[in-house]
């Protein structure tokens, strides 16, 4: 660093946690105004246009919409749903992020490349995948059919594409942070005699709690909001397969606009949950993590 970048106005030395550089007012002005504009854009308007048009008629409209066979359906689909993709990925992103993180082993660029996988493919392209592996014409659809086993338009066809766009949520929020913490505390609990796994219950899993909090919060609200891959496989059937998201754009189709934006509010405000949740999970695991780096 020279003297005259030691020396600029705009360069503050800091220590962590502080900013490297001190702007204008100006600037900071204008870079708050330019987030704040984006965030009542794209965020704030469309929750209130949501809510507005829900109660645009009045409450007893409003709770008509939650009355119908249908939109229960969808909202036991869905939650069905969450209960069993939910779990599975974190018990394959636990797994994934210890062996990442812990331990060497040939392949390991690959998986991580492959957990990556449903971040780069369209939801859309994922659902097509499964289409023609298990519908009547895939690979594998001759042989489900004459064993009477239905994987598209209905339930396991829901959950796999559920799980392809939602595996990666626990897997990349776990291996930066077991990556960070190291394997010292891990080794020395062998070394003092533990298992492998009595190891990972008391000293790996204390540690990554709030990550783990985090990314679980953060892959059921996409699981319970996943439009594209389910819309492919669930084949729209009213009362079956219809998931919340696809049920709203059922009643939207049939200008039915304030049973689909009641029913839409139920997402708004699993939205704004996650976004509580996620704020206060965050504030305890860097607070945690400041206090361990203190001692």
Not at 8 to 36: D, K, Y
Not at 70 to 80: H, V
Not at 116 to 144: A, E, M, N
Request: charged content about 10%; some cysteine; aromatic content about 12%.
């Amino acid at each position: 660093m020279s003297e005259s970048e030691i020396f600029s106005p705009t360069f503050a030395p800091t220590t962590r946690g502080e900013p490297v550089a001190s702007e204008g007012t100006g600037t900071r002005i204008v870079l708050i105004g330019i987030a704040i504009a984006f965030l009542a854009l794209f965020l704030v308007l469309p929750l209130i246009a949501v809510f507005t048009q829900a109660f645009s008629k009045g409450i007893e409209a409003f709770l008509a919409a939650f009355r119908e066979p249908d939109a229960w359906s969808a909202i036991r689909l869905t939650l069905t749903v969450a209960a069993i993709a939910v779990p599975f990925n974190v018990v394959f992103g636990l797994a994934a992020s210890w062996a990442i993180a812990k331990f060497e082993f040939s392949g390991k660029a690959l998986l991580i490349t492959l957990i990556d996988l449903p971040f780069s493919v369209s939801p859309v392209v994922s659902g097509l995948i499964y289409v023609l592996l298990f519908g009547s014409q895939g690979l594998f659809g001759t042989w489900l059919m004459d064993h009477g086993i239905q994987i598209l338009f209905a339930l396991p066809g829901i959950v796999l594409a559920t799980v392809f766009v939602t595996f990666p949520f626990v897997a990349r929020e776990l291996i930066p942070l077991m990556q960070e913490q190291g394997s010292s505390e891990e080794e020395a609990a062998l070394t003092l005699g533990a298992s492998g796994l009595h190891a990972f219950r008391t000293v790996t899993l204390p540690n990554i709690r709030w990550g783990l909090l985090y990314s679980v919060l953060l892959c059921n609200a996409r699981a319970m909001g996943e439009f594209g891959a389910v819309s492919v496989v669930s084949g729209h059937i009213r009362g079956l397969t219809n998931t919340i998201p696809l049920h709203v754009e059922i009643l939207y189709n049939e200008y039915n606009f304030v049973a689909s934006f009641a029913v839409a509010t139920l997402l708004a405000v699993l939205a704004l949950i996650t976004l509580v949740l996620k704020s206060i999970l965050e504030w305890r695991f860097a607070g945690e993590l400041a206090h361990g780096r203190a001692h």
